[in-house]
């Protein structure tokens, strides 16, 4: 028994398809007209915890500011040093400004962000730090979606959309801008542990602003099988991005690079020993002073992570790291 009959001709279906197609080409357009003229806020794609990082220290790095000492490198870098104990710890001599990012953003990446700040900044910097984790001087290859948002970033573009179907199609209808100059600046949450420590992604990208661009990783390190390969290396591919990098260290600034550490537990027999032949070939490539005192490891309870330092390590490596930084910096 049939309740109902539905008969739908051609001209009920476009009135349908009208209906939906109308207002998404209404949104699309006002979208684009507004990121066209300047009506909208600027591009903010603070819309996740990586993104918000990369967001924070593209903005940094292109404003004016008063850093004279400015530390570079992977989110080693930018979890294990505090910028503003750093600057205490040197007497308030040096105003260290932390532009540390991701691994995957690479020694590339890293230039662009320095040479930005120098063009915004011409004649301030007077040393650079440079801090990865021998992880990332495997020869790992840079993310493009990370380097595509930090040149949108300086671009002031709005980030493409991925090549899949869905990516262009949100590109198509605008969603890509209002994802990245509205919905960014709503609190959305951080996952697991980052979440439990900052709360939101505004909440992180204040904290950055008020520590001078440092974080912290809020995790604890437990000793596990399967937790990575402690047989680091350099590979022989980084010779030609650390001289990229070279060059975009601003005249007359003194280049300092530096691995940092690993937990003790995790690391080979023989770890000291290669860390030193790592970070000397390393220093030659970029024609840097190498920070051979820093600590190649150090107790597991300061971990986060295998290549991060929880918030009490960072505040004892920041401390060494001052140490070891004194007789770079009498000598500038």
């Avoid at 109902?4 to 051609?10: F, K, L, P």
């Avoid at 600590?295 to 309870?301: G, Y």
């Amino acid at each position: 028994m049939k309740s109902h009959e539905y008969e739908v001709n051609r001209s009920d279906l476009v009135r349908l398809a009208a209906r939906v197609a109308v207002p998404m080409i209404l949104v699309a357009a006002l979208m684009r007209l507004g990121a066209m003229t300047g009506l909208w806020p600027s591009p903010w794609p603070a819309l996740d915890l990586e993104r918000t990082i990369i967001t924070h220290q593209a903005y940094a790095s292109r404003e004016p500011n008063d850093s004279d000492l400015v530390l570079t490198g992977d989110s080693s870098c930018l979890m294990d040093v505090s910028a503003i104990k750093l600057r205490q710890q040197l007497g308030g001599r040096y105003r260290p400004l932390n532009l540390g990012t991701f691994m995957y953003v690479g020694f590339n990446g890293y230039a662009s962000i320095l040479a930005r700040y120098n063009d915004v900044n011409p004649g301030r910097v007077r040393v650079v730090v440079l801090l990865v984790h021998p992880e990332m001087l495997r020869g790992i290859e840079p993310v493009s979606s990370y380097l595509l948002l930090l040149s949108d970033l300086y671009a002031g573009t709005d980030p493409s959309g991925p090549s899949s179907v869905h990516g262009q199609l949100c590109g198509l209808l605008g969603l890509n801008i209002f994802e990245s100059r509205f919905l960014g600046r709503f609190p959305l949450p951080l996952p697991g542990q980052y979440g439990r420590f900052y709360g939101f992604n505004l909440d992180l990208y204040n904290y950055m602003e008020r520590t001078r661009g440092s974080a912290v990783d809020p995790h604890q390190f437990v000793p596990a099988p399967g937790q990575g390969n402690a047989e680091y290396r350099l590979s022989p591919t980084l010779e030609s991005v650390c001289l990229a990098f070279r060059s975009a260290i601003p005249a007359g600034a003194k280049l300092l690079v530096g691995l940092t550490p690993v937990p003790e537990s995790f690391a080979a027999p023989n770890y000291p020993g290669k860390a030193r032949q790592i970070l000397h070939q390393c220093g030659q490539w970029l024609q840097a002073d190498c920070l051979t005192n820093l600590p190649p490891t150090l107790p597991d309870a300061l971990f986060a992570s295998t290549t991060h330092l929880n918030q009490q390590g960072c505040e004892t490596y920041t401390a060494i790291l001052a140490e070891c930084l004194e007789p770079h910096l009498q000598a500038k």
